[in-house]
């Protein structure tokens, strides 16, 4: 070892934080919790209670944190080869693999304990049985193994919503389950749009994802088949009455737009529409579930 390295002063305190912070995916936190106290908010008629609404956004973010660093430490060498992730903490070499299991085991167990102690058992459980779903069923087992790895480990993704519904009543509903419904229909044209311009990657990075195991035509037209199962699923809101007008208009609007991508992907695609169409996926779930809380307490009937 020269004496350069060993005078080489290590990361900062910051750089560390930020290190770590990139190990929970902070974006992708972002959109579970968001859609978690909209579960919480459309549980209850009026507002719900300040703190369990606080514990469970905190406690679901820790465990939604803590399992995404281990897909993080599972997926590093698969990271390291793909031009959307290999700035990530690991592949740099930033953080090793005690650092980042330590930090799950911290940030998860918090949140889990947090959930016990101020929301309920129920969405403790609940919540780590999401944790393991993700961490463990999908990334271990069915991301690897299998092109419908997003299908099925998309259960997983759409938990929030119903995690935040359990947080407020104690209960599941069946509101609550269109709810997860809307996330499980909504997660394989979301992530197929993204997988079919990252294709190439997912082929280097030996994952059997559905444009490398059946082609891109394939893929092409599963796109449009699920957005219009997702259009069917994001209407039944206001066939049960959980919804009314202003989220029947909105969902139109959205699925509608949604359905266009889909339509331009099956018939004329290129790499610059299947982004543009990943990217529209993420804002059509945040407006929708937006739509939902605004009919929630804005409620217009349909007659």
Same mark, same amino acid.
């Given at each position: 070892?020269?004496?350069?390295?060993?005078?080489?002063?290590?990361?900062?305190?910051? @750089? @560390?934080?930020?290190?770590?912070?990139?190990?929970?995916?902070?974006? %992708?936190?972002?959109?579970?919790?968001?859609?978690?106290?909209?579960?919480?908010?459309?549980?209850?008629?009026?507002?719900?209670?300040?703190?369990?609404?606080?514990?469970?956004?905190?406690?679901?973010?820790?465990?939604?944190?803590?399992?995404?660093?281990?897909?993080?430490? %599972?997926? @590093?060498?698969?990271?390291?080869?793909?031009?959307?992730?290999?700035?990530?903490?690991?592949?740099?070499? @930033?953080?090793?693999?005690?650092?980042?299991?330590?930090?799950?085991?911290?940030?998860? =167990?918090?949140?889990?304990?947090?959930?016990?102690?101020?929301?309920?058992?129920?969405?403790?459980?609940?919540?780590?049985?999401?944790?393991?779903?993700?961490?463990?069923?999908?990334?271990?087992?069915?991301?690897?193994?299998?092109?419908?790895?997003?299908?099925?480990? =998309?259960?997983?993704?759409?938990?929030?919503?119903?995690?935040?519904?359990?947080?407020?009543? =104690?209960?599941?509903?069946?509101?609550?389950?269109?709810?997860?419904?809307?996330?499980?229909?909504?997660?394989?044209?979301?992530?197929?749009?993204?997988?079919?311009?990252?294709? $190439? $990657?997912?082929?280097?990075?030996?994952?059997?994802?559905?444009?490398?195991?059946?082609? $891109?035509?394939?893929?092409?037209?599963?796109?449009?088949?699920?957005?219009?199962?997702?259009?069917?699923?994001?209407?039944?809101?206001?066939?049960?009455?959980?919804?009314?007008?202003?989220?029947?208009?909105?969902?139109?609007?959205?699925?509608?737009?949604?359905?266009?991508?889909?339509?331009?992907?099956?018939?004329?695609?290129?790499?610059?529409?299947?982004?543009?169409?990943?990217?529209?996926?993420?804002?059509?779930?945040?407006?929708?579930?937006?739509?939902?809380?605004?009919?929630?307490?804005?409620?217009? =009937?349909?007659?």
């Amino acid at each position: 070892m020269s004496v350069t390295s060993l005078n080489k002063p290590g990361p900062s305190l910051a @750089q @560390q934080a930020r290190d770590f912070a990139a190990l929970a995916k902070p974006r %992708v936190v972002l959109l579970i919790v968001f859609c978690a106290v909209i579960g919480m908010f459309l549980a209850t008629p009026g507002l719900p209670r300040l703190v369990p609404v606080l514990a469970a956004t905190i406690g679901i973010g820790l465990v939604a944190g803590a399992a995404a660093a281990i897909n993080c430490l %599972v997926e @590093q060498k698969i990271d390291a080869v793909m031009a959307r992730t290999r700035a990530r903490p690991l592949p740099r070499g @930033q953080l090793n693999n005690r650092q980042t299991l330590a930090f799950a085991l911290v940030v998860g =167990g918090t949140g889990l304990v947090l959930l016990y102690v101020w929301v309920n058992v129920l969405t403790m459980w609940l919540t780590l049985a999401t944790f393991v779903g993700y961490a463990i069923i999908y990334t271990v087992l069915l991301k690897p193994n299998t092109p419908q790895n997003i299908v099925i480990g =998309g259960a997983s993704g759409a938990m929030p919503p119903l995690l935040g519904w359990a947080a407020i009543t =104690g209960t599941v509903s069946h509101d609550a389950m269109i709810l997860f419904l809307i996330i499980f229909a909504w997660t394989p044209p979301h992530f197929w749009a993204l997988a079919l311009y990252r294709r $190439e $990657e997912y082929a280097r990075a030996g994952l059997p994802m559905l444009p490398v195991t059946h082609g $891109e035509l394939f893929t092409r037209l599963h796109v449009l088949l699920y957005t219009i199962i997702l259009t069917a699923v994001t209407l039944l809101p206001v066939a049960t009455r959980m919804s009314g007008a202003i989220y029947l208009v909105a969902t139109l609007l959205l699925d509608g737009v949604f359905l266009l991508y889909a339509w331009r992907i099956w018939r004329n695609y290129s790499d610059a529409l299947a982004r543009a169409t990943f990217r529209y996926s993420i804002l059509y779930l945040s407006l929708l579930f937006a739509a939902l809380l605004v009919d929630h307490y804005v409620p217009i =009937g349909l007659g």
